[in-house]
């Protein structure tokens, strides 16, 4: 009896769980534990009988001295928990460096592609193939391996058991395999495999364990480290990444495609999830795909605080909460883009239209897609389109259309501006703001399946309708010059009088003294607001929570900012730096 072989992993392998665990904390879901879970029973079960047929065959042994004693057929506890500790730290290293990518997007359906007058065939089969005869080959020449025996055994018998695992995996997962950025492919499978070949090479250096040498081929990769332990490593760091694809690739068919999955549990089961994985590449709505690419281009370009807000959401929340985003940034820009109030008012009319046949698609004689096709231009398109309505109700949309139609209100005379009174900004804001935050608890309601009681309902949404408004404050607050170039002063009248100046001037000259003063009463009511309300975000499904305080973070740290001793907002808007919004978003998942 020996502790030798529990020291490498005292060492070695507790250490980085104990921090990826540390780093992945605020974002564990009960789907990440499923996942996990399933993964490490899967590669368990799948490696005892062959793991224990290499023992018992003397390809690799334990000195009696080096382990603790007890065994499971063969195979020394160490060793099993070894198949759980590495498919652990290898899975929670491709969620935290997968966690940025909205893998949806990297769907493909196998449509013919190109332009309708000259459609091209897709290539993707073709890798799909290419794959599968690659694996192939090697599962045969495994086979032949083992077959001659002696030095081509061990290499054999590794080859021989990962590849129809990953042949397997690849006829599932080619898509996302090959299509995926490398920090959710490659990366994850070459970090811990070059870290387990270091671990290794000590371990068999201080006879941990013990290579037969009979069944090698006695090359090393470098000292101390034969090729075939390279080859071990490689082999099972890809079965758990290719496995963690896999399981990834069903969900995203499953939340991407109503039409096929009209509404998937949080927690699928396995069989649906092999459901998922069977349904041909051909049936993969390519508008919807369309869809969701253009939404994360989207927000990319328009939002750093809600992109990096939205990496934190989960599954199908966070598609939904990428749509949403869409439909309210085109809303919103086709109104403040419009060259006259005249075309911004059509744009407010015709999205009502838009809203009325697709709310009431069974009444109307026109459908949705035929109305958008003729009435708005291509580029926005999918954003109406994927709006979605079977999630959240017409009226938050119909009011933010009303907070649109009073950004019209404004002109040059004091009598027509819209924000006379402090509640007209509370309206105002409502209307804007308040609608996008009680539709994003709808999404979040909605996604987790959570039942809440009517009082605890109504008092998330009055939540969430006050933060919202607290953001537009913050928002306004931000953009008080910016406004003013579009000839619009979201400050109330009265406000404005009281501090001795006149409309007017603020649209000549946002800048001063007495509009800091203004910016700041402003960010108070913004500040007493956020206060009043953040509590409730912990009402909401747990999964949401952590989350939905990033969003919130994050964009009232351009409120902290401009709060700041001698902040000046200087040419254009004020934005926070990324490091200090990495580490808001880090205090916020932390709740700290
Ligand atoms: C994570 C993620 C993808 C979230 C998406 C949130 C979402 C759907 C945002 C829509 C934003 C939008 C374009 C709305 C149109 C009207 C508008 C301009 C509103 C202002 C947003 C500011 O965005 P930005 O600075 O990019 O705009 P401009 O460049 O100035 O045009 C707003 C300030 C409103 C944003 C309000 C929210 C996102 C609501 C936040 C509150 C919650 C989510 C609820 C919190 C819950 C409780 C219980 C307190």
């Given amino acids: 009896m020996g502790f030798d072989y ?13 921090l990826l665990t540390f780093l992945y904390r605020p974002l564990f879901t009960r789907l990440d534990i499923y996942k996990i879970g399933f993964l490490i029973t899967v590669a368990v079960v799948s490696t005892i009988p062959w793991d224990s047929y290499l023992i018992r065959h003397d390809i690799w042994s334990y000195p009696s001295h080096v382990i603790i004693g007890p065994t499971v057929f063969d195979i020394p506890l160490e060793e099993v928990f070894f198949f759980v500790i590495q498919t652990y730290n290898t899975s929670l290293l491709y969620l935290i460096l997968s966690k940025p990518t909205f893998q949806p997007v990297y769907l493909r359906s196998e449509k013919l592609v190109g332009h309708s007058h000259d459609p091209k065939p897709s290539q993707w089969p073709y890798y799909k193939l290419l794959g599968q005869l690659f694996f192939t080959a090697i599962i045969v020449t495994s086979a032949l391996m083992i077959n001659t025996g002696q030095e081509a055994t061990y290499a054999g018998l590794i080859l021989v058991w990962a590849t129809p695992f990953l042949l397997l995996l690849w006829t599932f997962a080619y898509q996302f395999i090959l299509g995926l950025p490398i920090s959710n492919t490659a990366i994850p499978i070459a970090l811990p495999t070059l870290y387990l070949w270091i671990v290794d090479t000590l371990a068999l250096k201080r006879g941990t364990w013990v290579i037969s040498h009979g069944t090698t081929f006695g090359y090393h990769l470098w000292d101390g480290l034969e090729i075939e332990e390279a080859l071990f490593f490689l082999m099972t760091n890809m079965l758990i990444v290719f496995g963690q694809l896999a399981f990834d690739n069903a969900l995203s068919i499953l939340y991407t495609f109503p039409n096929l999955f009209p509404d998937p549990p949080t927690l699928p089961s396995p069989s ?15 508008d919807r795909i369309r869809g969701l690419q253009d939404a994360v281009s989207r927000l990319k370009r328009k939002s750093r605080s809600f992109f990096l807000a939205s990496a934190t959401f989960q599954g199908q929340i966070r598609t939904d909460l990428l749509l949403l985003y869409s439909f309210c ?5 086709l109104v403040d883009d419009a060259p006259s109030q005249e075309e911004a008012s059509l744009w407010i009319e015709r999205m009502r239209a838009f809203l009325q046949t697709a709310y009431e698609s069974e009444k109307s004689d026109t459908c949705p897609e035929e109305y958008v096709r003729k009435n708005f231009p291509p580029s926005v398109h999918s954003a109406l389109l994927q ?15 009303d907070g649109f139609d009073m950004d019209l209100a404004f002109s040059n005379k004091l009598s027509d501006h819209p924000i006379k009174e402090e509640a007209d900004l509370d309206l105002y804001a409502q209307r804007v703001a308040g609608t996008v935050a009680l539709m994003c608890i709808a999404l979040i309601l909605h996604d987790y399946k959570s039942i809440l009681s009517k009082d605890d309902r109504a008092r998330v949404l009055d939540a969430g309708n006050r933060m919202g408004i607290a953001l537009q404050c913050v928002n306004i607050a931000r953009d008080i010059a910016v406004d003013a170039e579009m000839g619009r002063v979201y400050l109330p009248t009265s406000w404005i009088a009281s501090a001795g100046l006149s409309y007017q001037s603020v649209l000549k000259t946002p800048h001063g003294t007495r509009i800091e003063k203004l910016r700041s009463k ?4 913004a500040f007493l607001l956020y206060e009043d309300s953040r509590g409730a975000i912990e009402a909401l499904p747990i999964e949401a929570r952590a989350p939905l305080r990033v969003a919130v973070e994050s964009y009232m740290e351009i ?34």
């Fill in 6 to 18: 529990a020291l490498v992993h005292i060492k070695y392998t507790i250490p980085p769980a104990v």
């Fill in 272 to 286: 649906l999830l092999v459901r998922a994985l069977l349904v041909p590449a051909s049936k993969y709505d390519p």
């Fill in 329 to 333: 940034r085109v809303a919103d820009d």
């Fill in 387 to 401: 709006l979605p309505i079977t999630k959240v109700s017409r009226k938050p949309l119909d009011e933010l259309l």
């Fill in 522 to 525: 402003l960010l108070d009511k």
């Fill in 559 to 592: 409120g902290r900012m401009l709060r700041q001793e001698g902040y000046e907002v200087k040419a254009g808007r004020a934005t926070v730096p990324m490091c200090r919004r990495l580490s808001v978003a880090w205090r916020a998942l932390n709740h700290l």
